[in-house]
């Protein structure tokens, strides 16, 4: 067998790594050769029911360069980022940064989300940070229902919840110059990385 430069690597097919799995070990620094397939993952993540693929098939599918079919399910956007799989890992593969990896490489190639509601809530929040310094529930919940056509029905909870304080009228602005500076420098960073 070939000589591995980690001894905790488990080489699939000796030194062999897709240029996906390079990829994502390069920009997210998690190495799917690491998985040694024991399922500690998948046993421990609270959505498999619900998933296109387990956390353990993702890993095994990043390892395996199929890149269209992993983009293409629903698993990292239905990973509510709990950690469990990663705390799990006797490896440290850190399948957690693989789920994120995914997310970024979908929206960055304009792949469909499986889970369209859940990309729009996420795009929603990201916008609001961006622009506000900081997290304005009722602009995420408003935004949300505009992208997902619920204003409707979600405007009756929204003012239920506005009475009852759980949710502010009024944003609060909190440096959000500085987090606008912050996502132009994260998005210059990115840009950076996948060119190189
Ligand atoms: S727990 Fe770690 S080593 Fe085990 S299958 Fe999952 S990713 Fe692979
Ligand atoms: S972080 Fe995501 S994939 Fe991992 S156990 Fe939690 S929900 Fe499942």
Same mark, same amino acid.
């Not at 001894?7 to 996906?20: A, D, K, T, V, W």
């Not at 889970?115 to 622009?131: H, M, R, T, V």
């Not at 500085?178 to 190189?196: D, G, I, N, W």
């Given at each position: 067998? &070939?000589? &591995? ?52 098939? #993702?890993?095994?599918?990043?390892? =395996? ?5 992993? =983009?293409? &399910?629903? &698993? ?18 850190? =399948?957690?940064? #693989? ?82 500076? =912050? ?14």
């Amino acid at each position: 067998m &070939t000589q &591995t430069a980690d001894p905790r690597e488990f080489n699939l097919i000796p030194g062999h790594i897709s240029e996906f799995a390079s990829s994502i070990k390069a920009l997210h620094g998690v190495d799917a050769n690491m998985c040694f397939q024991c399922r500690k993952c998948s046993s421990g993540c609270p959505l498999t029911e619900f998933m296109d693929m387990t956390p353990v098939q #993702v890993i095994h599918a990043v390892r =395996l360069g199929l890149k269209d079919e992993v =983009l293409n &399910t629903n &698993t990292y956007w239905l990973c509510v980022a709990c950690g469990t799989c990663t705390a799990r890992c006797p490896q440290e593969t850190g =399948l957690l940064k #693989v789920m994120d990896a995914l997310a970024n490489i979908a929206i960055r190639e304009g792949i469909q989300p499986k889970e369209p509601d859940i990309a729009a809530f996420y795009k929603s929040g990201l916008f609001i940070i961006k622009n506000f310094g900081m997290m304005y529930e009722t602009g995420v919940a408003g935004l949300l229902s505009l992208k997902t056509g619920n204003l409707g029905r979600d405007a009756a909870l929204g003012i239920r919840m506005l009475k009852k304080g759980k949710l502010e009228v009024f944003p609060h602005f909190q440096n959000s110059r500085e987090m606008k500076r =912050l996502f132009k420098k994260v998005a210059k960073k990115e840009r950076e990385l996948a060119q190189s």
